[in-house]
């Protein structure tokens, strides 16, 4: 990193040594056990900019190392040392930072990449945001983050996100896809073999996708029928679909696939006409439904799809586990349930987390509890599990045994069967 380009470079290290203020710029400390991190200097702070501490050196040396603001009894940040050290802001980030467990180094992972592995497009990101950034201009980063955002807080159910994700990323077993994995031979669309079968010519150019689009009840009726791919289109129904309208658009966009999946699989289309009626009616249901389960005061996941309860093989659980997260307090409560072979409960779980603001976080510590109880039960015979409520410091555990509160929800995922298809 400290290197010089010297006075005859070749042009591959001359490529590697201008690559270097962006590699700088993106590496970021992942805290493990904190004794090669320094406190000062180093970037390992979750908070965007830049990512290092701004508070003075106080109480510590300049030099002293982030294992000094951990307990390493409770595997917890020190809180009292930690706010005896930073200002607000910085002691709120680092508490609300997840430490991973005992035993793990420090790593230096890749900032702009999500599972912190370099790629040459996080990279390009990057340097296209830094550029951003020195222009004074908003981020890119957080344009193109509001793109996933949208789709992700559609209140649709769970089945129709993931359809739309995997739009997003190209994910369809459109015969493109499968032509190019060497599936099939053949890629023209099996509904007009006019074209090829891309995503974006299944869903929104075929004539046969214009048969519903082109409907009077519809509401990108005159839009242009050519899109680059299918995040710009995304992006014109961002800017010009209301709340509502989005969401329609989604379910629809699922059921042109299923329409097409009709035709491929089953040699019959359904009429186009009923494909409106039918979503706002789905639609309409599925927002009641999350209303109802709103009040009960049972956490809730965002996509509460229902689905029908699937018997399990003998001697397997099935492990339902949710967080909510409450900014204002930075406040996670943590709910679990884990349920035998015949979906009855057998342990419920409730808790609650301090200092998390951050909704990956607060799952996680809700799918790391899980697991921790999970090998609990495994540990106990399911029939000899005492019939009570536990009360373990700030956590509530019922053993066989429902609240009354989650009996509702519960009642409801064993008898719906599953809508749609
Ligand atoms: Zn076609």
Known sequence: MEAKLGSQPSLVWRSIWSARTILKEGLRWRVGDGNEIKIWGSKWLTSPTSYAVQSPVKVLQEDTKVEELIDTQKGEWDEAKTREIFVTEETEIILSMPLS?????????????????????SAYFLQLELRGRNQGESSLEEKRDDRWNRMWDLKVPGVTKLFIWRVANNLLPTKENLYKRKVIEEKMCPLCDAEEETIMHALWECPAANNLWGNNESCVKKWARFELNFMTLWEKFMDRLTKDQLEEMVVLLRKVWLRRNDWVFEKRM?????????????????????????????VHKTDTERVKWEKLERGFVKVNWDAYLDLKRKKTGIGIMIRDEQGEAMVTVCDQKLNVVEAAVAESYALRKAVEFVSRVKNMAAHSLAKKALVMEGEQVWIEEVPGFIVGCLKNDKDVTQEDE
């Open 101 to 121: 467990g005992r035993g793990t180094k420090d790593r230096l992972v890749w900032g702009p990449s999500h599972k912190g592995l370099f790629s040459v497009r």
């Open 270 to 298: 359904a009429c186009p006409k009923n494909s409106f009626s039918a979503t706002k009616a789905a639609l309409h249901e599925f927002r009641v439904s999350q209303l109802v389960s709103n009040q009960n005061k049972m």
